[in-house]
């Protein structure tokens, strides 16, 4: 491969997919880019490629869901079954400034696979290329911003009378119970690189961002999906302190860090690493009514892009209505 002529075409045009497309021809096999939810961003084709899946993919603008369920369930970089077993499919993610951005998918042919470190040249290229472009849109700073020029435009409102919009975002923290208890909690590192790509995007006063300490959401992921071993811990960082944990000024993360290390255990285990579909979890045993089944098929959905109608609507059989001896609503009757 050529990288000065790859790193020519990332410098001079500015464009994720002609990027891609150079990406494409340099490795001559079919490319995808995808978003962290599998949605197709951007795709190098290939004619001679009819594969009924890959075409599909394309025309839908999404990965199949079984591809997606075998990424999440891998590695940062893997290889997939290939339908033709004329090609191979690798696949790795994207990242840029510490931000997961999402993945590349290659579709070469079983005996031309580009090398792996012309790969990566190539993925480091697509991911900067890919952030630059996301920040060209802030997404909820332009919804604001949005809110507030459309106060000014009322023909009538109240003279001397302001606008304030208030923007408030929380780090994703996974918990058990929920079809995302599955997923890997995003590190400390990237949430507060998110939190100041948000500030960026806002250029008013008339606009204020609201949002939480990521050492607190980290915390509260540990807690969240922890096991009996963390009971030494929390008794521990009580005596050197740890409590109030809820008030700013009384807050001792380096404390909480410090005993965890004492103690002889990684926090990081617990939140920043997804589970297993099968695995067997410290709240495996206890019963509420919502089956594991049930969890695992909602996070497949959601990793599809597909919704779920809200349950007085249509009943999905979760489980739930076993703890009530009956169905959860009357259907016979409108409850929208």
């Not at 990965?63 to 990424?71: E, H, R, S």
Request: glycine share 6%; aromatic share 10%.
């Amino acid at each position: 491969m050529n990288k000065n002529l790859l790193l020519k075409t990332f410098l001079q045009n500015n464009s994720l997919n002609v990027l891609v497309e150079a990406v494409g021809a340099a490795f001559d096999c079919p490319v995808l880019v995808t978003d962290n939810a599998f949605h197709i961003v951007s795709a190098a084709t290939a004619a001679d490629y009819a594969d009924a899946e890959y075409r599909r993919a394309l025309a839908h603008s999404e990965l199949p869901l079984a591809v997606c369920t075998a990424i999440t369930a891998g590695g940062a970089v893997g290889e997939l079954p290939a339908a033709d077993s004329s090609r191979r499919v690798l696949y790795a993610a994207l990242q840029s400034g510490g931000v997961a951005m999402g993945y590349i998918l290659y579709l070469p042919q079983a005996d031309s696979v580009p090398a792996a470190d012309d790969r990566l040249f190539a993925e480091e290229l697509i991911a900067k290329q890919f952030f630059a472009e996301q920040r060209a849109g802030s997404g909820i700073a332009d919804t604001a911003q949005q809110v507030v020029d459309l106060f000014y435009k009322i023909p009538n409102r109240p003279k001397g009378k302001g606008v304030q919009v208030t923007i408030s975002v929380a780090c994703f923290v996974p918990k058990p119970d929920t079809p995302f208890q599955f997923c890997a909690q995003d590190r400390r590192e990237s949430l507060q690189e998110k939190q100041k790509y948000l500030l960026s995007c806002v250029h008013s006063r008339k606009i204020k961002v609201n949002y939480h300490d990521s050492t607190t959401s980290f915390l509260e992921g540990v807690f969240a999906k922890g096991d009996r071993r963390l009971a030494p811990v929390i008794v521990e960082a009580y005596k050197r302190g740890c409590y109030f944990d809820g008030w700013e000024e009384c807050f001792k993360y380096d404390t909480w860090l410090q005993t965890f290390a004492d103690l002889g255990i990684d926090p990081a285990f617990y939140c920043q690493r997804p589970i297993g579909l099968d695995e067997v979890t410290p709240w495996s045993h206890m019963d509420y009514g919502v089956t594991h089944e049930y969890l695992v098929r909602e996070y497949q959905k959601a990793l599809a892009a597909q919704t779920t109608q809200p349950c007085n609507r249509a009943c999905h059989g979760c489980g739930a209505n076993h703890l009530l001896g009956g169905p959860c609503f009357d259907y016979s009757q409108n409850l929208v």
